[in-house]
T-cell receptor, first 114, second 114 residues
Framework: EPEVTQTPSHQVTQMGQEVILRCVPI?????FYWYRQILGQKVEFLVS????????KSEIFDDQFSVERPDGSNFTLKIRSTKLEDSAMYFC????????????FGQGTRLTVV | AQSVSQHNHHVILSEAASLELGCNYS??????LFWYVQYPGQHLQLLLK??????LVKGIKGFEAEFIKSKFSFNLRKPSVQWSDTAEYFC????????????FGQGTTLQVKP
């Protein structure tokens, strides 16, 4: 069983639309990461989030992307005005507890932009 | 720049054959090392990890990996593969970083023929 749950498992959206991907940890996790895996390519780091703030982001994470914890538990990745090249599997990861060095990955959301 | 490379992109083996997947990283400082497996349609699962101590680590499903600091390598091994080991394998490294992000290798697709 994954420690984090992602919804939806698959989303199809039209180019230019906004999508929100959700990550729900089972317990009260404090560290969150989003990664992306374009089909056939490697898993890439997008952003890390701690204590309600972005702690690091990659060059991929431009103004099109944003993250937040709207209710203190769910962790969301918003992609504004999606592009075809945003089609990928998006993974949320979160350490089990503060100080842990092991990240648990959610099952991923497959985003298809058409 | 911090990077992780996996030498084998696609490996085809027969059942009972031995497996070794290469992983090298670029950074010379303190690292945490991971191998993840991704079965078709599933999320990333942790196979094993190395933080410190015995450089030969054993993971789940009979996998093991050896950390060779002088070679910046963390190769994954299994003495006898099974058809059920067919999956994508990712090496990941956490470099000395406050944010704990992982840098992934390109992945290796393992196909085991029955």
């Amino acid at each position: 069983e994954p420690e984090v749950t992602q919804t939806p498992s698959h989303q199809v959206t039209q180019m230019g639309q906004e999508v929100i991907l959700r990550c729900v940890p089972i317990s009260n996790h404090l560290y969150f990461y989003w990664y992306r895996q374009i089909l056939g390519q490697k898993v890439e780091f997008l952003v890390s989030f701690y204590n309600n703030e972005i702690s690091e982001k990659s060059e991929i994470f431009d103004d099109q992307f944003s993250v937040e914890r709207p209710d203190g538990s769910n962790f969301t990745l918003k992609i504004r005005s999606t592009k075809l090249e945003d089609s990928a599997m998006y993974f949320c990861a979160s350490p089990f507890r503060l100080g842990d060095n092991e990240a648990f990955f959610g099952q991923g959301t497959r985003l298809t932009v058409v | 720049a911090q990077s992780v490379s996996q030498h084998n992109h696609h490996v085809i083996l027969s059942e009972a054959a031995s497996l070794e997947l290469g992983c090298n990283y670029s950074y010379g400082g303190t690292v945490n090392l991971f191998w993840y497996v991704q079965y078709p349609g599933q999320h990333l699962q942790l196979l094993l990890k190395y933080f410190s101590g015995d450089p030969l680590v054993k993971g789940i499903k009979g996998f093991e990996a050896e950390f060779i600091k002088s070679k910046f390598s963390f190769n994954l091994r299994k003495p006898s593969v099974q058809w059920s080991d067919t999956a994508e394998y990712f090496c990941a490294v956490r470099f000395s970083s406050n944010t704990g992000k992982l840098i992934f290798g390109q992945g290796t697709t393992l196909q085991v023929k029955p």
